[in-house]
C-alpha cells in the first residue's frame, strides 16, 4: 500500500469512527506492518497539530481525532451556551493521586488528602476519569481505583509514563487552592468540565464506608 493511501484510509476511519481506534487493530485488519502504521500516524499528528482546528490525539495505543485545545473556549461558546465549570482543585487532586498510586483506594487517597473525597470520587467517576478496577485484600475489601483512556484522552497523554514529577503536579495545584496569581492553564492536570450538583454518596460508596468503620 502506497504512503499516501494509507494516511488516508487511517484518516478517513478516524473520521467514521469518532472514537479512539486501537493501532494494533488497524495492523491486523488491514495486513500492514506496526512499523507502517506507526510512520502514518507520525505524518498525520505533523499534519494535524499546531494551529490546526483539528489535533489527532495518541493514548494508550489507540488513535482519534479531537479539536485543537487552543479553541476550548469558542467551541464551548457555540455548543454550549452555559459556560462549564471548571473541575475543582480538590478533584485535580484526586485524579492526579489516583494516577501516580493506581490502584488506589478511597480511604488511602484520603489519607493523602487529610480529607473525605467521596464527591471528588463521584466527580471523577462520572466524568468516566477513573474506574473501579478491584477490591484490595484487606478487611472490607475496599474498592480501588485507577485511570481510564477517557483520562488520557482528556489531558492530551499517550500513556500514565508521560505524567508531570508528582511533587511538582501537587504544589502546583496547592498554589490554586491558596488563591496565588498562578493561572489554572499552568497546572498540567488542567481542563473544564461540568460539575453535577452534590448528590447522595453511591450505595457502593456507601456500603464500602461502612465496611471499613466495621473493620
Request: some cysteine.
Amino acid at each position: 500500500m502506497e504512503i499516501e493511501q494509507l494516511d488516508e484510509i487511517i484518516e478517513a476511519l478516524l473520521l467514521v469512527s469518532g472514537e479512539g481506534i486501537s493501532m494494533s487493530e488497524i495492523v491486523e485488519l488491514l495486513e500492514l506492518q506496526q512499523s507502517e502504521v506507526k510512520q502514518s500516524v507520525a505524518r498525520l499528528k505533523k499534519k494535524y497539530g499546531g494551529k490546526c482546528g483539528i489535533h489527532l490525539l495518541n493514548y494508550n495505543g489507540k488513535i482519534q481525532f479531537g479539536s485543537n485545545p487552543a479553541y476550548a473556549d469558542a467551541i464551548s461558546s457555540v455548543l454550549n451556551p452555559i459556560k462549564e465549570k471548571e473541575l475543582s482543585n480538590a478533584a485535580l487532586e484526586t485524579v492526579a493521586i489516583v494516577a501516580y498510586k493506581q490502584p488506589v483506594t478511597r480511604l488511602e487517597i484520603e489519607q493523602i488528602r487529610g480529607v473525605n473525597c467521596d464527591y471528588a470520587v463521584q466527580v471523577l467517576l462520572k466524568h468516566n476519569l477513573i474506574e473501579v478496577v478491584g477490591r484490595k485484600d484487606v478487611v472490607g475489601k475496599p474498592l480501588l481505583f485507577g485511570t481510564t483512556d477517557m483520562f488520557l484522552k482528556r489531558f492530551q497523554i499517550e500513556s500514565i509514563e508521560q505524567l508531570p514529577d508528582y511533587e511538582q503536579l501537587l504544589a502546583s495545584i496547592k498554589v490554586l487552592e491558596e488563591g496565588n496569581a498562578a493561572k489554572p492553564e499552568e497546572v498540567s492536570l488542567y481542563n473544564e468540565f461540568e460539575l453535577p450538583e452534590e448528590e447522595e454518596t453511591p450505595d457502593f460508596l456507601e456500603a464500602e464506608t461502612d465496611l471499613q468503620k466495621i473493620g
